[in-house]
């Protein structure tokens, strides 16, 4: 007999192995999220009371990966309001709540085990205090500074050193110099197993008078990073499953997964 969960996931896999191939729709997607961006349709989206700055779909997928790598540390370059930085510490608690389930013990919600680490070159005061108010402040940790020096680097590094499955996401700046700059800083802390999320990947597939107060465009993207930053590291690949499926999402080709 079939296994009626198997068969689901086959036919999930099936489905979203046919949207590459469907112009029209990936047509209507491109004109959709073009007008997303002029709308700034992105910002309306809260999480637990913090706004991010993200399409619900990238939301959803975050978790799917989250919940199947289960880091005990995700590093996110790029926090403004902090949004993002609460979606990981709710998942991280999530997890540190299954953990104990399992386990039949009880949690310290003051010293959490799994963490998440954000980087931004301007913490705002007004954002800072949001988040110091927050239930979750516990499992959040912070370093004010630009993500692509030696300096902040040598921090980030020291910080992981002592967690055991590390997620990366970059959404700071997005330019191509930036990104290849955090890809190369930041990738050797994922994982095996584990994910390097690159947002705004996006910004290839748009005319360039999508981002005109912007420095970034089609050519100097996440995504042009990315490309380079794929050929010369064969350890890590797109995660076509995650990534072909959301359409509507600010990081196509951006869900890089590390081998092993
Ligand atoms: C797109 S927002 C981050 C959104 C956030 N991850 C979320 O989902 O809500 C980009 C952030 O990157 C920060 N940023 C820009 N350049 C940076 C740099 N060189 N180093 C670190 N952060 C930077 C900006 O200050 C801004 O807060």
């Given at each position: 007999m079939t296994d009626p969960i198997r068969a689901f996931r086959d036919e999930q896999r099936a489905s979203i192995a046919t949207?590459?191939?469907?112009?029209?729709?990936?047509?209507?997607?491109?004109?959709?999220?073009?007008?997303?961006?002029?709308?700034?349709?992105?910002?309306?989206?809260?999480?637990?009371?913090?706004?991010?700055?993200?399409?619900?779909?990238?939301?959803?997928?975050?978790?799917e990966v989250v919940w199947a790598v289960k880091p005990d540390l995700i590093i996110e370059t790029g926090i403004a309001h902090g949004g993002s930085l609460v979606l990981s510490a709710s998942l991280l608690a999530m997890l540190d709540y299954a953990d104990a389930v399992e386990a039949g013990t009880t949690l310290d919600p003051a010293n959490p085990r799994r963490k998440?680490?954000?980087?931004?070159?301007?913490?705002?005061?007004?954002?800072?205090?949001?988040?110091?108010?927050?239930?979750?402040?516990?499992?959040?940790?912070m370093l004010q500074g630009s993500s692509v020096t030696d300096e902040m680097a040598a921090q980030v590094r020291e910080h992981a050193a002592g967690f055991q499955r590390v997620l990366v996401s970059l959404d700071s700046n997005h330019t191509h110099e930036h990104v290849a700059r955090e890809l190369e800083l930041y990738s050797p802390l994922v994982s095996p197993g584990s994910?390097?999320?690159?947002?705004?990947?996006?910004?290839?597939?748009?005319?360039?008078?999508?981002?005109?107060?912007?420095?970034?465009?089609?050519?100097?993207?996440?995504?042009?990073?990315?490309?380079?930053?794929?050929?010369?590291?064969?350890?890590f690949e797109v995660d076509e499953q995650v990534s072909d499926k959301l359409l509507i999402?600010?990081?196509?080709?951006?869900?890089?997964?590390?081998?092993?």
């Open positions: 949207y590459g191939e469907q112009t029209a729709w990936q047509g209507l997607t491109r004109e959709w999220v073009t007008e997303a961006f002029a709308q700034r349709y992105m910002y309306n989206f809260d999480w637990l009371g913090r706004p991010l700055i993200q399409f619900p779909a990238d939301i959803v997928a975050f978790q998440v680490l954000g980087i931004d070159i301007d913490i705002r005061d007004h954002n800072r205090d949001e988040l110091d108010r927050h239930p979750l402040r516990a499992r959040i940790d994910y390097c999320l690159v947002f705004d990947t996006i910004v290839e597939d748009m005319d360039a008078e999508v981002f005109p107060d912007r420095p970034w465009a089609p050519g100097n993207s996440p995504r042009s990073a990315v490309r380079e930053f794929l050929a010369a590291n064969p350890d999402s600010a990081a196509p080709g951006g869900w890089l997964r590390r081998k092993g």
